[in-house]
């Protein structure tokens, strides 16, 4: 799994012009889906996203994390991720799991977020989506759990 964490201030994701999700301060996480994913890196990445010191406190930058300072999560599942442009000009998505299965370790990671009781919102899995944010800092991170041995 990858996420590419961003600190904003504020984010919404509309879909034909209805907005779906939508938070204050907080983090969006756009999240890709590997084939061959499993379960273990949507717990990993459920259990990481929230403790991640991003945000600032008494202590300097990068000193408390999501819970502290009360903020959200807006999650967005982006296939695109997975993308390799290193031949031609065409994208190559073949490293990204297929839809049910994306969609199952997605669901699985919002879900475990929500019952640790964190804000969580979301896009609309499959849907072409508009994304707005404002990115504080700016702050953007890329978590990928098969780095994390």
Request: glycine share 14%; hydrophobic share 45%; charged share 25%.
């Amino acid at each position: 799994m990858r996420a590419v964490v961003q600190r904003v201030t504020r984010a919404s994701v509309t879909v034909d012009g209805r907005e779906v999700g939508a938070i204050g301060r907080g983090l969006v996480v756009l999240l890709g889906v590997r084939a061959g994913d499993t379960p273990a890196e949507a717990d990993w990445l459920a259990d990481k996203l929230p403790r991640l010191r991003l945000f600032d406190g008494p202590g300097g930058a990068f000193d408390r994390d999501l819970v502290e300072v009360g903020g959200a999560l807006l999650v967005v599942s982006q296939f695109t991720l997975y993308g390799e442009a290193q031949k031609g000009r065409r994208p190559n998505f073949g490293a990204a799991a297929g839809g049910p299965e994306a969609e199952a370790l997605y669901d699985r990671l919002v879900a475990r977020l929500r019952a640790a009781g964190h804000r969580v919102e979301t896009g609309e899995f499959g849907g072409r989506m508009a994304v707005e944010l404002v990115n504080d800092g700016p702050v953007t991170l890329v978590v990928d759990r098969e780095a994390a041995g």
